[in-house]
C-alpha cells in the first residue's frame, strides 16, 4: 500500500508540464497494483472460507458421535489442521472401532485419538488400549486427557523413549518396548500407527509392522495415519514386497491426512464405514460425514 501512496504522490507533482508518456506509465503501473491488491484480497477471502468449512466440518463430525462417546467431563479437541486426528478421523475411527470390537487395541503416538479409543472401548462394553508415547511432556497431557474424560481406567499408558534398533538391516530410532511384548496375554486387533514423528528420520514408522506383525490377531487392522505423505506410501510398499506380509490396502482418501487402512486377514472394512456413513446422514454441499473436506489435503 505505501508504494501505491509514492506512486500517486509521484503522479500528483508531475504537473501539467510533465511528460506525458510518464504520466501513463505512472498510471499503467498504479492500474497494475490496484489489481494485484484485489488478488491478494480475493486469494485471503479464498483462504478464510476454506479454513471455516474445514472447522466446521470437523466440529459437525464430533458432534455426531458426542452421544455415544458419552464423555462427562471435557472432550478434547479434533482440530481441524495440526498433528492431532481431525473430526473427520474421529468419527470414521470411533465407528470402526466400534464395529471392529478389537479386545486389544495398540496405539504408536498418544494424544486425542487414546481418549476416542478408550470411549469406543468402553461403549462396547469390552477391551483396553495400551498407548505408547516416547514424549514425557505429551505422554502427561494424554494423561490429564484420561482423567477429565473419565477414561484412565481403559488405557495403559506406556512410557517408550526411543532407543536405536536395526530392522532388515537400516538402524532406526524406535520405541523401547522392553520385554512388554512378552507380557501382552493376547494379540492385538487393532493397531494405530501414528508415531514417532515423521521429522525426526527417512521411514520413521517403518519397524512398526515388522515388530509388531507376531503379536497382531489374524483379524486384525492396521490404520496408517498420514498416508499420502511420501514416507508411509512409501512404507506400505515396503511392509507389501516383504514375503513375510500379507495384507490388503485401501487409502482412505475421503479422509484427511489420507490414512491408509490394512486388513491382515483380507476383509475389507471400508465399505461397511461407507455404507454406515450414508445410512447416518446425508452430506450436505460443504460438509459431510467422514467426507474430505474442501481445500483440504
Known amino acids: 500500500m505505501s508504494r501505491l501512496v509514492a ?18 506509465a505512472h498510471l499503467r503501473k498504479i492500474e497494475d497494483d490496484i489489481t494485484a491488491l484485489r488478488g491478494i484480497i480475493r486469494t485471503r477471502d479464498e483462504r478464510a472460507q476454506k479454513k471455516l468449512k474445514a472447522g466446521l ?29 481431525t473430526g473427520e478421523e474421529a468419527a470414521f475411527l470411533f465407528h470402526l472401532v466400534r464395529r471392529h470390537r478389537p479386545k486389544l487395541l495398540l496405539e504408536l503416538g498418544s494424544g486425542s485419538s487414546t481418549v476416542l479409543f478408550a470411549a469406543a472401548l468402553r461403549a462396547n462394553g ?22 477429565q474424560a473419565g477414561l484412565s481406567d481403559r488405557v495403559e499408558l506406556l512410557d517408550a523413549p526411543l532407543v536405536e534398533i536395526e530392522v532388515n538391516g537400516r538402524k532406526f530410532q524406535w520405541y523401547d518396548l522392553g520385554r512388554r511384548l512378552e507380557t501382552l496375554g493376547e494379540k492385538i486387533d487393532f493397531l494405530f500407527v501414528d508415531g514417532p514423528p515423521g521429522k525426526m528420520q527417512s ?67 471400508v465399505a461397511e464405514l461407507r455404507r454406515a456413513r450414508e445410512e447416518r446422514a446425508e452430506p450436505t454441499e460443504d460438509v459431510e460425514l467422514f467426507g474430505r473436506r474442501s481445500g483440504t489435503s
Open 57 to 85: 466440518a470437523s466440529l459437525v463430525n464430533v458432534i455426531s458421535i458426542l452421544p455415544e462417546l458419552d464423555i462427562k467431563g471435557a472432550v478434547p479437541a479434533f482440530p481441524h489442521q495440526g498433528f492431532e486426528i
Open 203 to 269: 521411514l520413521s514408522r517403518y519397524p512398526a509392522l515388522p515388530i509388531l506383525m507376531p503379536h497382531l490377531s489374524p483379524r486384525a487392522l492396521v490404520f496408517v495415519d498420514d498416508g499420502a505423505r511420501e514416507d508411509e506410501m512409501k512404507m506400505v510398499a515396503m511392509w507389501r514386497e516383504a514375503d513375510a506380509f500379507a495384507f490388503e490396502s485401501e487409502a482412505l482418501d475421503f479422509l484427511p491426512h489420507a490414512p491408509t487402512l490394512l486388513t491382515m486377514a483380507g476383509e475389507s472394512r
Open 7 to 24: 506512486l500517486l504522490r509521484s503522479f500528483f507533482t508531475l504537473g501539467l508540464a510533465g511528460d506525458l508518456a510518464a504520466v501513463d
Open 126 to 147: 469390552a477391551g483396553r488400549v495400551i498407548s505408547v508415547e516416547h514424549d514425557a511432556a505429551h505422554a502427561r497431557h494424554t494423561k490429564e486427557l484420561l482423567e
